[in-house]
């Protein structure tokens, strides 16, 4: 049991923790429509202010509404432990959608560099080895990998996709 003068600091701490978490997955995905958006568009300079929303706003868009449903019907401890899953998919379904958006994302802007490449593919021999490096540059830079790992859980169960994750 944690006591009563730690609860509070811990809780913070976690919340701060869940903020980071989806702060992350934000960027992840304000990087991946910035990068779409200056390969589509002429500029993406105008859309900086929105970007940064995104990436710093957005996550206390769910995490403050979790930190108030945790405390009204989950109040236990340090917060770490998520026994009742419709408090914890306040935190997962933006999550799932960032990852799903940087899917897409990822999908859109590999095409772009396909046409690009194939476009100047006389001039230039190693044109798959190029269009193979900027694909492996976009899956972390995009967290296109959490694709395959977006619906593993979080508990405590030993599954072979959560034990890979």
Known sequence: AVSP?????????QSLAQYCVGAN????MAEGLFL???LVATSGRRCVPAFLLL???VPVLFVVPWVVLRYLYE???CWERNEKVAVWWVIRCPILVAVTVNFVVFVRILRILVAKVRAHQVSRGDTRLRL???TLTLIPLLGVHEVVFALAG???????LRLAR
């Open 55 to 57: 990436g710093w706003g």
């Open 25 to 28: 997955y934000a960027w992840a």
């Open 154 to 160: 979080e508990g405590e169960g030993g599954g072979g």
């Open 132 to 134: 193979a490096r900027s």
């Open 36 to 38: 779409l958006r200056l």
């Open 5 to 13: 003068q730690v609860s509070p600091a811990c809780r913070v701490a």
């Open 75 to 77: 109040n236990e401890g």
